[in-house]
């Protein structure tokens, strides 16, 4: 087995158990997916915390790993053919720890791609829209006095979770009665939507109970209740 000691990200955050999954990360919601995965399949993790304040995100060991300087990124020991695999961007995270473990994404060809299918649109729609709305209504964007940037991504998040909404209508989770990688993507960012973002009236939430219904769903589960706090701080 070669030893993961080789990868520089290893010198700042230097592995207790070299034996086990690294996962570099802070508990936002890119971040979070991929604890909660972690914690979901039960495989043996180190998670290190990456601190923006200390802009850890830029140093050049974090890069070594990610060159797009962003949470979350993990280094696996044990990768394909035993080899290390160090692997950023929580989708593709997903995807590896479920075909890993072969947990929480079916196996067969359908039902793997229609997984993969909601996966996607959480990468590409869920995820930057709901982000642009805690831009423009939390953060920096907030005292702009156009409101035009801010209405078209809450109109945009409007149609995604309307989108979701109707997946959810007849079924508990996004691909039926089996709970997914599809879920563990997009319900954090529902959740930091309302919560962290303060966007819940905004964006008119009570109008998709069955979105609601999925996330208290999601948030009883004993693994997302641990998975949200990790990396815990200090
Ligand atoms: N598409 C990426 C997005 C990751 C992302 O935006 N991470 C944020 C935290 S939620 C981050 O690391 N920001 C730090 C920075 O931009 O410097 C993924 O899903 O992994």
Do not use: C
Not at 65 to 88: R, S, T, V, Y
């Amino acid at each position: 087995m070669t030893s993961i000691s080789t990868f520089p990200i290893t010198r700042k955050w230097p592995p207790r158990h070299p034996d086990r999954l690294q996962l570099y990360s802070l508990p936002t919601p890119n971040g979070v997916k991929a604890s909660i995965m972690l914690e979901e399949t039960g495989l043996p993790y180190e998670p290190h915390r990456v601190a923006f304040e200390a802009r850890d995100q830029l140093s050049p060991e974090f890069l070594s790993i990610n060159p797009n300087n962003k949470i979350p990124a993990i280094l696996d020991p044990q990768g394909p053919g035993g080899k290390p695999l160090a692997l950023f961007e929580s989708g593709a995270i997903l995807i590896y720890l479920a075909e890993k473990t072969g947990k929480l994404m079916p196996r067969d060809g359908a039902g793997r791609y229609e997984t993969i299918q909601w996966l996607m649109f959480q990468m590409a729609g869920i995820g930057p829209m709901f982000g642009q709305v805690g831009f423009f209504h939390k953060f920096a964007g907030k005292d702009y006095e156009d409101k035009r940037p801010r209405d078209r991504y809450v109109a945009e998040s409007r149609r995604l979770l309307a989108v979701l909404e109707g997946r959810l209508a007849d079924r508990p989770w996004i691909l039926g009665d089996e709970y997914t990688i599809a879920d563990i993507a997009t319900f954090p960012w529902v959740r930091n939507l309302i919560g962290f973002y303060e966007a819940g009236d905004l964006v008119g939430i009570s109008d998709f109970p069955h979105v609601n219904g999925a996330l208290d769903r999601f948030l009883a589960r004993p693994a997302v209740e641990k998975g949200l706090a990790i990396p815990a701080k200090g």
